[in-house]
């Protein structure tokens, strides 16, 4: 069956397309008789993408020549990219994996309120230490929320006493887990 589905879905992107040069939306609104009708209603970047159309691009212009100045000598820090920010207080850099710890900040249940609520203690922590990474997983059975890559217990255990500070949650604890740590 799921075979006889995905034929079915490659004919429709492929093959229906090319009858009479209709695109695959068009295809759908033809009213036939003894058949329903279609109505699609969608932006003009989803239609293209559905129909696997492209907008023509406009011309480039020319961009005018500068004056051939020598270039200077580059020094050592100028090669090294910048890096990335992202939002409050992080900042993309690379990293690798290492064994070290985390904090554990909620540990629910698997309901959808139980996975709204690990979000949404994440989401504080976040707001309160947004140098802290957050982690909401589902763990079987239960959906649970960590924050930090620590190398050490000792560098955990400070923000542990902050976090209680807060009382934005009423558990903390550290956690042996597999962190990103920068290089």
């Not at 924050?147 to 050490?152: E, Q």
């Not at 000792?154 to 500070?165: D, F, S």
Request: positive net charge; hydrophobic residues 30%.
């Amino acid at each position: 069956m799921r075979i006889l589905k995905n034929l079915f879905l490659c004919w429709l992107l492929c093959g229906a397309t090319a009858e009479a040069q209709t695109t695959f939306t068009e295809q759908l609104g033809k009213e036939e008789a003894g058949k329903g009708r279609v109505v699609v209603r969608q932006s003009k970047e989803i239609d293209q993408v559905v129909n696997a159309t492209v907008p023509p691009k406009p011309a480039a212009k020319p961009e005018p020549k500068a004056e051939s100045t020598p270039p200077k000598p580059a020094e050592h820090h100028e090669n090294k990219p910048k890096p990335a920010t992202h939002g409050k207080g992080y900042t993309a850099r690379s990293r690798h994996k290492a064994r070290g710890f985390r904090i554990c900040i909620f540990t629910g249940g698997n309901s959808r309120q139980d996975k709204a609520k690990a979000q949404q203690v994440g989401q504080q922590c976040r707001n309160k230490f947004g140098e802290l990474a957050v982690y909401t997983f589902f763990q079987s059975p239960r959906w649970v929320t960590h924050v930090g890559d620590f190398a050490t217990r000792k560098e955990a255990e400070k923000y542990v006493n902050l976090i209680r500070r807060e009382h934005f949650t009423y558990e903390t604890r550290i956690v042996a887990s597999e962190v990103n740590l920068p290089d």
